[in-house]
């Protein structure tokens, strides 16, 4: 009986208090820079949103630990080779800042599980913590606990996929498929499982800080889907001020981010890293962001108390945040993880490439950029609500409403025919919800004309519309609450 009991009580501290059927399946592999950091601290706040399975360090060609032997190390990408030469580490952040995110989050989970009961528990991130491939940028000759886990967690019987998100190098995700390979490729059954795990692996990676893809993912597991994106984090990165429409800047400097997700709003958001708070990660003598007397003319413009820092990972996982745009497994059609295109000489690899841009109205002209920065005043509100939840119980605090298209998200439709949407807006909190809707004609192959009436939306298919073309029209509720959050419903219309 004591045994079982035992068994219980584990299964109750070491499992999800949720259903991970319903959500996408994630591995987070980070190597510690402060925007890593930023960027964990609100993924922690969206992980009722997906199902994570690994939180685990490795290295990069910014931050690496060295082999604590004196063996210099000469970067292998042409930038870090410039600026750092040959070194024995670099900028290492130490494998205990998870965990120490992971106490404040325990912090304030009383309070976040009052307003979502699917977010994990302490103890189970807890387990999720392993040290990777941590020594070298590129290192992936050890065998290490963190590329066994996310080796096992390919291997599994479990069919779903799993988003592998590189914030650092890809290192550890190559030395576990490396394992894998190692250990089953001179078997009969071999083809088999090289289609399975690249079937269910899907690396979401934040440009190439290491060779690791190049140099091995890339030529022996050609299959294996990769959505990479080398511009847009850059709007939501350390030159964000330069990027960044200016409509949506007032929501990342000092007084929004101080007055609605920083101060008094608990011990994790404490920690969030931003200009001139004071604060100095260990390890990283770049660090200076921090100080209030390097405020002024600093690398990447001037600022002011407070001001946002960085955050150039957090693409990897919005792109699993299901907020109506059903672009989880396509990733063509935009979101809040931006916009990728089909590499023309590759069908496994998605870009934000050219053919990703969307028009941006402030500009007046195609932006790599807009198809993420259209989304960052929705996105800061929410983040802004949800910092919110670390403090106040659910009936205190504002949660996104829910849109609802009767017709569904996918519908057909002739050259010029007229199609009435019945659109239904749900909000938790029982306020008024504004709905408005548009044509995403960047992410189809035009604008549809739309008009919207109360509950009502109707569409035009343009007279020129070709069998086999498709027209992307958005709803938006937006609510009364504060922050006034956004929900949203993709409607797919397929031209007959």
Known sequence: MRKIFLLILSFAIFSPIFAKE?????????????????????????????????????????????????????????????????????????????????KAYGEVYPKLSQNSKTYPSPAYLNSLVKVGNIDFEGEMDQITPGSEWIKAKLLDNDPQPIFLQAWGGTNTIARALKSIEEAYSKQKDWPIIQEKISKKAIIYTVMDQDATYKKYIGLHWPKIRVFYNAHQFGSFAYPWKRIMPKVAQPYFEGPYMSANIILNHGPLLKMYYAYGDGQKQAGDDEHIHGDPNKLKNAQWGSFVPYDFISEGDSPAFLHLVDVGLNNLNNPSYGGWGGRFAQAKDNPYRYEDNDDAADFNPELGKMDINYAQTRWLIALQQDFAARADWCIKSFKEANHAPQITVREGMKIYAKAGQNITLNLLAVDPDKNAVTLTAWPYKEAGSGAADIQISGNKAMVKIPDTAKSGESYHVVIEGKDSGTPALTGYRRVVVNIL
């Open 22 to 102: 319903n959500l996408p399946r994630t591995i987070v592999t980070t190597d510690g820079e402060i925007d890593d950091v930023d960027t964990f601290i609100r993924m922690l706040l969206y992980s009722n949103e997906f199902h994570l399975e690994g939180l685990i360090y490795s290295s990069s060609m910014w931050h690496y630990k060295g082999d604590g032997k004196g063996t210099l190390f000469t970067s292998e990408m042409d930038m870090t080779k410039k600026m750092y030469g040959a070194k024995t580490d670099l900028r290492w952040p130490g494998v205990n800042w998870i965990q120490d995110l992971l």
